[in-house]
């Protein structure tokens, strides 16, 4: 525990160097918060019925999902592996005494949780002045959310995990995570909620793991989704992270033996 | 060929804040501290010479260097490269140089060598001519031939350096810069590439300046060494001359008919003793090994002996230590 | 050798480079296509349930997205790989440009070439076919003329966009998050006619970063709905003055970031 918060404090302290890109990805939330709010007025004049919800809950569904953007993609931990490999300096990595997939989850953490402060709350209270993002629908779905949320959080972290291993064996990250980002942005509910999927489609999106950073959270936040509904999707989320910790643990002991064996 | 004159170059760095709101700060007004990598070093290096040039890990090695090669802006200071100001005309300076990195390949990695090459030789404008004498050249020498047509990613380490070797050199750099060439280099390539390092010394005059953390590349290649150390040169001479000044200590290598027990000298202190043999250091100024011979085959029979000369290595490491007396003896 | 037949040799061998790996190609192509087929699906899925945006009817959305897209690979056919240039920075690559007697924004631009790409292109080309034949659009030679212009501005006009933000690894170290966050913007403004957003909005796309330009304003031109949209008429002409006026902006803040490189070192 101790280890996972010194890889954390360091991840955190690290952030603050990169001024510039933190001012960056401010402004940008800020932009997209504020682009999203009239995509949604749009869509909805144009056909209220359409999404089975107020407009302000829609609004909130959306600049909330702006605001929550930075909580993933934090480290990038599937380009960090990718260059360690390709440097060399994963060796370092792999000898210390320490689990890598755990020092991965640690420096991650650390780095979300500097975005969680400075980036995500502010941003949250941004939207709440000025962009029509409204207090959660019960103080219960606020709690709710926010468990949602961080079990959110470490589906995403290991699938980038996963990503990142699977990558270090085709050796090509980049078309890789071009896909990976393209089917996160659409199954997870952040751009278009998944209820708005056509039969077939709306089905396998809520059976992917996708669903549980965004569209979970997002909707028990805003009372769409309650009551038993709650239960069924939290539990979904639980039973993905379990999934997707094993497998990682799993394809990645397998990679490091190959990786330790041939010398990097 | 080179001079260099109170040559400069200071980093700005962030300063990290502790804490928590340490950090929340420093997002918001970041205080920077100055931190001088080179610092006022100046050095001269003739057209011909063959330069080791090492110093411990962030001495200032790669920023000297990289500010020779133009890819770096000195603070403050004076930089002349064959009459060229390197940062100045950086395009016109690369044509004279030329550079071999151990860590990373200057070829693609996926294609032919010759293909690198042959991209090179467009590059730099070399006339066909030149090139095909060259080639041939690298044939002789490196055994080009041989590996000239495979993908550099299947190379071994040592083909991959002499491929590297190639491409420094041809377009005819009068300046050849050999940053760490034989790192994880099995001791038989190790020995041909500082054979063809010294050929192309000697046959071209190609002025080279190596840095290595290997001595004994510095012992059989190097006529002169220049040790930097915290951003300042702390030795510039010749092998022969640091030997001098700082290695005032001899060893004498005793063996003796049986094992005796452990005795001391006046003016020599026995430093190792195993079996039969004991290990006699003393002060080449104060006590000759004749004396020390007699006195010692006085007291019992000798059936072995030699004199060790000073190890660059452990020299060295005085010198990065920064030790005085030895290494403050005759000044720098 | 001179500029162009630099890039050429360049992107010859970074081809030579790619034959070698099939596996990758195939990533890469799989990668390709879900990324195309996501897209679709969100548009398929906003226009099952709404059937027009303000005025802008189904195919009139396709032919503004696929507009978009058709510049999008032709910049990302030869400069996408821009969003590596903190890996040149950290890796060592970049200084190895500034060893030869080339010009170092050559060496990083022809340093790939995404022939993937060429997918793309052909897929946009395809949806800019169909929208053209169910709006029942009637080109004329100006017309034409005016859409090849339109997508080459578009693609230079994306070239120096993230360029710039490729750019911003000179100062801050990192460019690939800037080159996300900028991906997630144009995912979000290139699919909507910027009429549905504010007027503040409009202005920033318009005048500040003007990803307006590469396919909005030409579509309103092309799809002849200059009288119907409340802008200018004139703005659909300047794609290729703004093209123009960010290559020079660009190139100003390239020289700045070798100085920058030059005097701070990595």
Known sequence: MKVFLAFARQSFHSIAIYRFDFWLRVSTVLILMYSIRWVWVALYTQRPGAFGASLEQMITYGVLSMAIENLFYSFGVQYYMSQQVRSGAIDVDLLKPLDFHFHMLARNTGQMLFRLFIMILPAILCGYLFFGLRPPATPLAGFQFALALFIGYLVGFHLEFLLGSIALVTLDIHSIDWAFNALLRFFSGQLVPIWLFPGPLGTLASLLPFRALFATPLSIYTGLLNGEAIINAVGLQLFWLAALVLLSRWFWNRIQARIISQGG | ?332 | MNAFQLYFRLIHISLLSRMQYRANFLVGLLGLIVWNLVNLGLIGILVTQFTSLKDWTLWELVFLYCLWILGHSLYALFFSHTDQMETYLIEGTFDQFLLRPASPLIQVLGREFQYLEIADALFALTGLGLAYTHLGLRWDGWHWGFFVIAVMSGAVIMFALNLLIACTAFWTGRSRGAAFVAGQFYGLVQWYPIEIFGKTFRVIVTGFLPVAFINYYPSLLLLNKLDRADSAWWLSLLSPLVALLLVGIVSGVWRLALNRYSSSGS
């Not at chain 2, 050095?43 to 790669?62: H, M, Q, T, W």
């Not at chain 2, 090139?131 to 020498?141: I, Q, R």
């Not at chain 2, 190379?155 to 005819?172: E, I, K, V, W």
């Not at chain 2, 011979?293 to 452990?314: C, F, G």
């Open chain 2, 1 to 332: 060929m080179i001079q260099v004159e109170h040559l400069t170059k200071e980093y700005k760095r962030v300063i990290r804040r502790e804490g928590f709101l340490g950090s929340v700060r420093t997002l918001f007004s970041a205080q920077y501290e100055t931190i001088p990598a080179v610092n006022d070093i100046s050095f001269r290096i003739d057209e011909g010479e063959l330069v080791g040039y090492i110093g411990p890990n962030g001495a200032g090695k790669s920023t000297s260097i990289k500010m020779l090669c133009g890819i770096l802006v000195p603070t403050s200071g004076r930089i002349e490269v064959n009459g060229l100001i390197p940062h100045k005309e950086r395009m016109k300076n690369t044509r004279q140089i030329g550079a071999v990195f151990g860590q990373k390949t200057q070829l693609w990695w996926d294609v032919p060598v010759i293909e690198s090459l042959r991209l090179f030789r467009d590059i730099y404008k070399v006339p066909e001519a030149q090139y095909k004498h060259n080639l041939n050249l690298f044939n002789d020498l490196l055994d080009l031939h041989e590996f000239q047509n495979t993908p550099v990613r299947q190379l071994s380490l040592g083909q991959r350096l002499r491929a590297d070797m190639a491409a420094a050199l041809l377009h005819n750099p009068r300046l050849l810069f050999l940053d760490e060439p034989m790192i994880g280099v099995d001791v038989v390539a190790k020995e041909r590439l500082r054979n063809f390092i010294q050929e192309i010394n000697r046959d071209q005059k190609v002025t080279i300046l190596l840095t290595t953390h290997d001595m004994v590349d510095i012992e059989k290649v190097c006529s002169r060494i220049m040790i930097i150390d915290h951003g300042h040169i702390v030795y510039d001479g010749s092998l022969a001359q640091i030997r001098n000044q700082y290695g005032k200590q001899r060893k004498l290598v005793v063996e003796f008919e049986e094992a005796v027990p452990d005795f001391s000298e006046p003016n020599a202190a026995l430093v190792k003793s195993e079996g039969r043999k004991k290990w006699f250091a003393f002060n080449r100024f104060e006590t000759s090994p004749s004396t020390l011979i007699a006195n010692i085959s006085s007291r019992y029979p000798i059936l072995d002996l030699a004199v060790e000369e000073p190890e660059i290595e452990e020299i060295v490491r005085t010198i990065y230590q920064g030790k005085p007396g030895n290494a403050r003896e005759n000044g720098t």
